[in-house]
């Protein structure tokens, strides 16, 4: 059984890699590196690590020879570059988290640094392995809607989503962590290089933070939700509700609190999730559109947006035979030939991980590149970065 070390134990690492290695046998999880002194010791506890294997800074991991066949960066946006390029230097199986960075000149170090490596090397476009997506790229290769015309994907955020993120959360900020489009959405545009099969040619894009402003309220609002709001009983936002009985409860874990209702309240008395979203002061995007010309003469269209009621992707896809679409989280497939008036529908599950099975999938092939010794780079894992970052430098052109 192959080993691995988990370097960021928060949300991705801790909360959704590190569970499903250790249900499923697929790995043996082995080491830590996390700052956080009651995070690492949790983690340790959890996972049975030993305490030479536990280290509070990736640096000190790195400094000694190799501890394991793998490791799983998790580490937040801008802290990518380093722990990769040391695990690099160590030999490592890498398996890194996206964004790769949300800065184009060390997406290019760190591709180079890979130049000839003999090693897996993996980030986490996780749209990839989801049973959906396996399924609609069968269908489109067997040849079912032609030679692919267009393409269109919306990254549906949900309201309540965005809200607690990029609004109240640590992906509000874009000099802390990333543009919205590259920390939210660079995996939709390896998706869609993936689907089209080809390289991109061109792209522009548009979009602005557009209402989570303070011009936006609804009149006079306090900091806080916790500290009286005229508004309360109206808003949408209101993180009294969100957190206490709506969709924000899936975010409770982050408050490090009990999960009863008091216990909430009083820590959105302290924590950056108690703001009202109109005060945040947030930078990034909350509607962004990016329109892409690929090599092979293919268009596509991509839209991420906060104003959506439900968390979900929808897809179409135009071919020269017919069309072909559905929505990820339903797992629902419709194809439509232009040559029959009968329209097929699929339907495809997955097993309950996080982006509709899409975790699971990318830990599944990572642990089955290493077994068979395939190190072969895909290189346009980097061509989606390098599309997306100047899918944000053509926003930032357009505004100014």
Known sequence: ??????????????????????????????????????????FCREHE?????????YRELFSRERLSDAVIICTQDRMHLEPTLMAIERGYHIMLEKPIS?????????????????????????????????KLKEIIDGGSIGKIMNMQLNENEGFWHHANSFVRGQWSMEENSAPLIVAKSCHDFDLMIYLINSDIKHVV??????????????????LRCTDGCNFA?????????????????YFVHLFECKNDR???????????????????????CDHQVAALNFENGACAVFTVSAFSKRNTRTIKLMGTEG???????????VLKRFA??????????????????GDSGLIRYFAELMEKDDYKLDKRIFEAHRAVIAAEQSRVKNIS
């Open 102 to 134: 949300p800065i184009l000149d060390e997406v290019d170090k760190i591709e180079k640094a890979l130049d000839g490596y003999d090693r897996v090397f993996m980030t986490g476009f996780v749209l990839r392995y989801t049973p959906f997506v396996i």
């Open 49 to 57: 690590i030993q305490e030479d294997m536990a280290f509070a800074d």
């Open 205 to 222: 894009s548009y979009g602005s933070n557009g209402y989570f402003t303070p011009e936006n309220a609804p009149g006079e609002v306090p």
């Open 233 to 249: 009983e109206t808003c949408k936002y209101n993180a009294v509700d969100m957190y206490t009985g709506g969709e924000g409860t």
């Open 323 to 333: 069309e072909i679409g559905g929505c990820i989280e339903d797992g629902t497939i």
């Open 1 to 42: 059984m192959k080993t691995c070390i988990i370097v960021g134990a928060g949300g991705r690492g801790k909360d959704d890699y590190a569970p499903y290695i250790r249900k499923s046998g697929i790995m043996k999880i082995v080491g830590v590196a996390e700052p956080d002194e009651k995070k690492r010791e949790e």
């Open 340 to 357: 029959s008036d009968r329209e097929e529908h699929f339907r495809v599950t997955h097993d309950g991980t996080k982006h509709c099975g």
């Open 262 to 284: 008091k216990s909430i309240i009083d820590a959105l008395k302290e924590n950056p999730y108690g703001r009202c979203v109109y005060r945040c002061g947030n930078n990034v």
